[in-house]
Structures are given as structure tokens and as C-alpha cells.
């Protein structure tokens, strides 16, 4: 399945906006670059899944806790207090993405170097606890 501009913009978008707010936890908090990538990441998920489906998500009432979560610490970014705002935007986050994660470890496992290194023995029993992966008994 190929992506479509807007979607590649989105990517993008996505990416500068998760690289702008690791610059800004890197800077010390630093409350501008946060809201930048704040600002560039909701446009860039916008435009990858499409505003209703954007919408949809946010508004489940599963996943209600953690979109309170996640927009509160970008608020607080916004008002001036970043490290309180990353804390519960990192809170809101794990609760709206979570679902996500045994996913990316999957994909992150079939890569060659980062594959061989979450296979490690130590390594592999962490991150299946992590992905929420149980051994067949």
C-alpha cells in the first residue's frame, strides 16, 4: 500500500515534530521547541489517518483518560510549564499508544542489528514483558 502526498507530508510532519520535543527535553525543557513539536506532531498524525478518523481516535471513551492526559501536558507546555506538561503528556501518550507497542517491537525485531540486539537473551525477556507478549506454555 503506497502513501499519498498529503500522507507523506504527514510522515514528515510527524517526524519533525517527535524530533522538535526530543530537542526540547535535550534543551533542558525547553518550552518552545516542545510546543513546536506538539504543534507539528497533531498535524502530522492529522494528515497520516485523516481528520475523522484523527477525531474517532482521540474520542473513544477507552481511550478517554489518555487523550485528557495528552492534551492537558501539551496545555501545560503551552502555559509555560514544561516538565510538569512532558510528564503527563508522556502519561497520556502511553495510554493512547500503548496498543501500539507490541507492534513496533515486532517490526522493530525484523531489523537487522536492532533485531539481533532485542533477541538477546537479558534483553528479550524485558522487552517481551514491554509488548505485553506471553510464551506459549
Do not use: H
Amino acid at each position: 500500500m503506497w502513501l499519498s502526498d498529503t500522507q507523506k507530508i504527514g510522515v514528515g510532519l510527524t517526524a519533525f515534530g517527535l524530533f522538535f520535543m526530543l530537542m526540547g527535553v535535550m534543551m533542558f525543557f525547553d518550552g518552545g521547541l516542545l510546543a513546536i513539536g506538539n504543534i507539528l506532531f497533531l498535524a502530522g498524525l492529522t494528515l497520516v489517518i485523516g481528520t475523522q478518523k484523527t477525531i474517532y481516535f482521540f474520542s473513544r471513551p477507552q481511550k478517554m483518560r489518555g487523550t485528557i492526559c495528552f492534551f492537558a501536558g501539551i496545555l501545560l507546555v503551552f502555559i509555560k510549564w514544561p516538565k510538569t506538561g512532558v510528564i503527563v503528556e508522556f502519561i497520556g501518550f502511553i495510554n493512547l499508544f500503548g496498543d501500539f507497542f507490541p507492534v513496533i517491537i515486532g517490526f522493530l525485531r525484523r531489523l537487522p542489528v536492532i533485531g539481533n540486539i532485542l533477541s538477546a537473551p537479558g534483553i528479550s525477556k524485558i522487552v517481551d514483558r514491554m509488548s505485553g507478549q506471553r510464551l506459549p506454555v
